[in-house]
């Protein structure tokens, strides 16, 4: 589903984020990349997004060559992938509602699918109760199960999360990444970047470490082979 | 002039409320639907129904900043529009003149007066001329006693010293101001004619001064034009500005160019929509406030004119100039600035 081949990526002011970076994810599978901040885990992730383009090699996602989308084709790309971010990148000028349901509405459905499908994402991050809130009188647990819901209202193939814990006690992590699970279980293939390495080894998920912008050899925890 | 309006008002995608409501009753027993075509046309047109409606509610939140902008592009459109009215009402009052523009052709006293009328029988074949009258040498003298209280003295003259003088009447009235120079120098040299003139030259010099006024009128509304287009494109931009978050969030989430653009031109729109109809009331109330000064002075000359304001077409030209003018700006402002704010 997640493919990298040779990958690197070097920042104009010079830092080389990632070097020559191999690594293939499977429909369906979740995985955890782990690395120190600055070891290139959010740049990864970026490139999937299509949120910065790679100095050399190409990133394939399910199947499509990024390298091939031009500038204007980038936001259907984007609707094909939800991402999670640390800081939940909530709007809080609106209700819970309406942030889950920005995706809806750009990528045109028709109003009346739009309040069912909100709902049943809400409803899956145990928050249908709060749709008419302001996210800013939500706990910063419930901002993240917003922004979960949000990222996976449009049924992304590729699910993202960039530090999806990194806020939160271990009680509340532990509960979002069951969330993670149960999306992974109806299919969607999941990238997770942690630095949480306490709560991904309790995971028996697949594990890559990236350092310095590679990959350290050896750190594959399920036994899932590469490529 | 450009940044009159710092405190911002925000366009804004559409919030889904309206969506919610008009969806809950007909939760029960949704069907999982493939967004389909027809249905995505459908959508986008409610997107724009909804943009446009919920960006014209967030100009009204802050009425402050909106009223600002909406002054000052109502009165950069408002000047040019009144020397046009100005123009236009002195164009009607002029009109009424054409009739009076008449060339007055003087014969040699040696001319019969057979000959004369030969002269304007064959001038009346000229095309510019609808129409001729001769005054006879005696007819001049004793119009010339009666309307000039001088009869008693003109009596006592041992000869009449007015000639006899052929009028014409110009086809076009003062329109074809050129083509009767032209023809009154050409009248000119006949044999017969003393002296040919026409009568309303101080008329012709006001055409040649409207004209100049609407050229000043044209280069003024072009000015103006561009001010109220950065204007609109300045307060786009802060808006802009004020909506980083949200633009990058959209991005994020999959809007297109076109999606993120599109709360910003209706906000343009808005603002010069606005502004035209602060215009509209400007000049209604000029041309009410001038109406009695006006109407006092036309009694003095004994006219009909009326002062007449922009009517329908103008005033829908007015809106139309400002609509435009706001999706300039908003347009100048959006392709500049949006494209630059990526998400982090």
Known sequence: MIQFDNVSKRYSSGH??????????????????????????????KLIMLMERPSAGQVLVNGQNLKKLGRRQIPYHRRRVGVVFQNHQLLFDRTVFDNVALPLLIAGYHPRDVGRRVRAALDKVGLLKREKQSPI??????????????????????????EPTGNL??????????????????????????????????MPNRMMALRDGQLVPGHEQSGVALG | MVNLCPVMSNPGWPLAKTVSQRTSRRESGAVQ????????????????????????????????????????????????????IALDNLQQLTGGWDSAARISVYLHDSVSESAGRRLGEKLLEKPEI?????????????????????????????????????LLQPALGLGSAEALEVLVREV???????????????????????????RVTLALAALLGLGVL?????????????????IEVVKLVGGTDAYVRRPFIYT??????????VAWFLLLGLVAWLDGAVAGLVGLYDSQFELHGLGVAGSALLLLAGVLLGLGGSWLAVSRHLGAIQPQ
């Open chain 2, 130 to 166: 609808s129409d001729f009258s001769y005054i006879s040498k005696a007819e001049a003298l004793a119009e010339f006693s009666t309307l000039s209280g001088f009869g008693s003295v003109i009596d006592e003259l041992p000869d009449n010293p007015l000639p006899a003088v052929v």
């Open chain 1, 169 to 202: 006690d271990p009680e509340l992590s532990a509960e979002i990444m069951l969330l993670f699970k149960q999306f992974n279980q109806v299919g969607v293939t999941v990238l997770i970047a942690t630095h949480d390495l306490a709560l991904v080894a309790r």
């Open chain 2, 33 to 84: 639907r493939k967004s389909r075509v027809s249905d995505r046309l459908g959508a986008w047109r409610s997107h724009h129904r909804l943009v446009a409606s919920q960006s014209l509610q967030r100009l009204l939140t802050h009425p402050l900043a909106s009223i600002l902008t909406w002054m000052v592009i109502g009165i950069a459109l408002a000047l040019p529009a009144s020397l046009f």
């Open chain 2, 268 to 277: 343009g729109v808005w603002y010069g929509f606005g502004g035209g109809i």
């Open chain 1, 16 to 45: 080389e984020a990632l070097n020559r970076l191999s690594f293939q994810v499977r429909r369906d599978e979740m995985v955890f990349l782990t690395g120190h901040s600055g070891a290139g885990k959010s740049t990864l992730l």
């Open chain 1, 137 to 162: 009188n939500l706990s910063g647990g419930e901002q993240q199960r917003v922004g979960i819901a949000r990222a996976v209202v449009n049924k992304p193939l590729v699910l993202l999360a960039d």
């Open chain 2, 230 to 246: 950065l204007v609109t494109g300045n307060t786009i931009r802060l808006a802009i500005e004020s909506r980083r978050e949200e």
């Open chain 2, 188 to 214: 000119q040299q006949l044999p017969e004619v003393e002296l040919a003139q026409m009568d309303v030259q101080w008329v012709q010099r006001l055409y040649r001064l409207m004209e100049l006024g609407k």
